[in-house]
């Protein structure tokens, strides 16, 4: 699928100033040139994104992240126990760091993460310099979690395809500002998280300078309306069922969150496809990455 002809071409289009599609074990994110501003203007043009809206940083390994951000203790803890991974770290950042004061939306803080994907790393370790990348889809859109997806939604310079991503829900993003907060639910599960630092994360404040536009209520809508928690379809919803709620339509027949996850987005796509006037979707139960499937399906669902 991507050879290592297609990494050269693609690391010589981000140092170009242009946008790379590529695959994470997240979702596909959108890359450029993190030290250049031009190049991150075009992410946000691309996705139609409001430009207050901060992006994450991708990095090789660790230490490429330490020359970047300032890590407390806690900070540590976490790079070292879960990167690479569906993790983001927002830290302060470094007095000399090169990446693009728009890249962090203004703010004096970075949000650094190692994806856990071959070619991610490829790519990262071709480029030789940090490489911004949001989910690759338009800016309120569902995130992509193939190939297809993001040439359904953008038009990059270039989309590596590297298959259908595993974890399928964007990292999880704690901020290390103060005490460890948890902005984002995402693919590494909260309880996980927390007993790597042996206490509870805060949650997120609502509003003020760390809002996250994860948080933005209707971020991830479908074209179609959505009714949660739906025992079953009415006339003109198509059932998008869990467990052994069955339908055609199942994020785990099995019952299992992970599994659910993975399926979210790309099952959101396919349905949404089908043009129903409204998704019915089975409740989700709200352990492990339960609760970032019902972030999701909160604000895929809230007015707009
Ligand atoms: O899985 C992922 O995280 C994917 C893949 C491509 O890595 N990327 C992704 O990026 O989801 P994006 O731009 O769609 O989401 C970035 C999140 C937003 O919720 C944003 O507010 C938060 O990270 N963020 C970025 N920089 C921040 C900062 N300095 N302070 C607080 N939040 C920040
Ligand atoms: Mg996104």
């Known amino acids: 699928?991507?050879?290592?002809?297609?990494?050269?071409?693609?690391?010589?289009?981000?140092?170009?100033?242009?946008?790379?599609?590529?695959?994470?074990?997240?979702?596909?994110?959108?890359?450029?040139?993190?030290?250049?501003?031009?190049?991150?203007?075009?992410?946000?043009?691309?996705?139609?994104?409001?430009?207050?809206?901060?992006?994450?940083?991708?990095?090789?390994?660790?230490?490429?992240?330490?020359?970047?951000?300032?890590?407390?203790?806690?900070?540590?803890?976490?790079?070292?126990?879960?990167?690479?991974?569906?993790?983001?770290?927002?830290?302060?950042?470094?007095?000399?760091?090169?990446?693009?004061?728009?890249?962090?939306?203004?703010?004096?803080?970075?949000?650094?993460?190692?994806?856990?994907?071959?070619?991610?790393?490829?790519?990262?370790?071709?480029?030789?310099?940090?490489?911004?990348?949001?989910?690759?889809?338009?800016?309120?859109?569902?995130?992509?979690?193939?190939?297809?997806?993001?040439?359904?939604?953008?038009?990059?310079d270039m989309i590596l395809d590297g298959g259908a991503c595993a974890v399928g829900v964007e990292s999880t993003v704690v901020s290390l500002l103060d005490r460890p907060r948890l902005l984002r639910p995402g693919g590494l599960a909260r309880e996980t998280i927390e007993s790597a630092l042996g206490f509870a994360l805060e949650d997120a404040e609502t509003g003020g300078a760390l809002h996250s536009p994860g948080q933005l209520e209707s971020h991830y809508a479908p074209h179609a309306e959505m009714r949660l928690n739906a025992v079953q379809a009415e006339v003109g919803e198509v059932y998008l069922g869990f467990g052994a709620s069955g339908g055609a339509h199942n994020l785990s027949p099995s019952g299992d969150v992970v599994e659910a996850a993975a399926n979210l987005f790309r099952m959101l796509h396919e349905i949404d496809a089908l043009k129903p006037k409204c998704i019915a979707v089975a409740p989700i139960p709200h352990s492990g990455l339960g609760e970032a499937i019902n972030d999701r399906l909160k604000r895929a669902a809230a007015p707009r």
């Open 1 to 156: 699928m991507t050879s290592a002809n297609d990494i050269a071409t693609a690391a010589a289009l981000i140092l170009a100033g242009g946008l790379v599609a590529f695959p994470t074990e997240t979702v596909y994110g959108l890359g450029a040139d993190a030290t250049q501003d031009h190049a991150v203007a075009k992410i946000y043009a691309a996705k139609g994104r409001p430009q207050f809206n901060p992006l994450i940083t991708h990095v090789v390994d660790v230490e490429a992240a330490f020359a970047l951000g300032k890590f407390s203790a806690d900070a540590l803890k976490l790079a070292a126990r879960f990167w690479p991974g569906p993790l983001t770290l927002v830290v302060p950042r470094r007095a000399d760091c090169p990446v693009s004061l728009l890249a962090s939306a203004g703010l004096p803080s970075l949000a650094l993460r190692v994806p856990a994907h071959p070619i991610a790393l490829e790519l990262l370790r071709a480029v030789g310099r940090p490489v911004v990348a949001p989910s690759a889809n338009p800016s309120g859109r569902i995130s992509p979690t193939t190939a297809a997806h993001v040439r359904a939604g953008l038009t990059p």
